[in-house]
């Protein structure tokens, strides 16, 4: 199943208008797999972001695919934000 939205209900999301990723975060993509972003290199051009599961990311979510797919299923939709201890 694919998600537009949070499939949580929006339940400990950081749903943003617009995604700006950040290393050290976590986000989900439209098949609600969780991707930590491990690291930046700013040499890479439109997707310097790189996640956990080694792959690349454009700073607004987007997955690095060569189609550019509308709603590409490993787009990073939204932040998920850990409940403080």
Aim: glycine residues 8%; proline residues 4%.
């Amino acid at each position: 199943m694919l998600y537009n939205h949070s499939p949580s209900g929006g339940k400990n999301t950081n749903k943003m208008k617009r995604l700006k990723l950040e290393v050290g975060k976590t986000y989900r993509n439209r098949m609600g797999e969780e991707i930590r972003i491990v690291k930046k290199d700013d040499d890479t051009g439109k997707y310097p972001y790189i996640g956990d599961d080694n792959e690349w990311y454009a700073e607004n979510g987007r997955y690095f695919y060569y189609l550019e797919l509308k709603n590409n299923p490993y787009d990073l939709i939204e932040e998920i934000v850990k409940e403080r201890e």
